[in-house]
Nanobody, 119 residues
Framework: QVQLVESGGGLVQAGGSLRLSCAAS????????MGWFRQTPGKEREFVAA????????YYADSVKGRFTISRDNAKNTAYLQMNSLKAEDTAIYYC????????????WGQGTQVTVSS
């Protein structure tokens, strides 16, 4: 079955960096766009970044533009989220998700990884 497994979360001071990874299995990774989302208690899950199947196109939420970089390695079936200049408001559970060709929604989700930024 399809599995997305996030890793790389943790506790970091404001201004620091983290790199999240999302390892995919059970799907043809290069056929899926990948996205990162985040959620804090009491709030709806919000979009963070997305990357097209061939990594030709990337998209970012305004709140992370210029600080976060999404990338992927199709040979390793892995997507990444490099997070720099972290702020306390970036604290959340981060989820990766996979969206198949021609679909409007993300079909598969990981279990999430906690990112905590101390101020």
């Amino acid at each position: 079955q399809v599995q997305l497994v996030e890793s790389g979360g943790g506790l970091v001071q404001a201004g620091g960096s983290l790199r999240l990874s999302c390892a995919a299995s059970g799907l043809t990774f290069s056929s899926y766009a990948m996205g990162w989302f985040r959620q804090t208690p009491g709030k709806e899950r919000e979009f963070v970044a997305a990357i097209s199947r061939s990594d030709a196109y990337t998209y970012y939420a305004d709140s992370v533009k210029g600080r976060f970089t999404i990338s992927r390695d199709n040979a390793k079936n892995t997507a990444y989220l490099q997070m720099n200049s972290l702020k306390a408001e970036d604290t959340a559970i981060y989820y990766c998700a996979a969206r198949p060709i021609l679909a409007n929604t993300y079909n598969y989700w990981g279990q999430g990884t906690q990112v905590t930024v101390s101020s």
